[in-house]
């Protein structure tokens, strides 16, 4: 059975940091891309990062220079550093893996910017 299991999430002030971590189960994450996904309340859940296969890094652009993905294979866990944190960066953050047959999903993680 596969789980991605988030944590890391909680309140943090403006200005702060937290460092997601996305630690998986029955698969082996060094063949997948895996991404980080967020959703605001009454919002669209959207896409933050991605990181290949291959270690190849993308961010979108509302969180590059401030949210940095990363892997550990050999801990089969994907990571996101997230730093200077703004209000507006309050959601539930998910972690998804896939590969061209499918993906999976985590249950997320709640992450509170608040002053």
């Known amino acids: 059975q596969v789980q991605l299991v988030e944590s890391g999430g909680g309140l943090v002030q403006p200005g702060g940091s937290l460092r997601l971590s996305c630690a998986a189960s029955?698969?082996?994450?060094?063949?997948?891309?895996v991404a980080w996904y967020r959703q605001a309340p009454g919002k669209q859940r959207e896409w933050v990062a991605d990181?290949?296969?291959?270690?190849?890094?993308k961010h979108a652009d509302s969180v590059k220079g401030r949210f940095t993905i990363s892997r550990d294979n050999g801990e089969n866990t994907v990571y996101l550093q997230m730093n200077s944190l703004k209000t507006e960066d309050t959601a539930v953050y998910y972690c998804?893996?896939?590969?061209?047959?499918?993906?999976?999903w985590g249950q997320g993680t709640q992450v509170t910017v608040s002053s």
């Open positions: 990181i290949t296969s291959t270690g190849s890094t």
């Open positions: 029955g698969i082996s994450f060094s063949i997948y891309t």
């Open positions: 998804n893996a896939r590969r061209s047959w499918g993906e999976y």
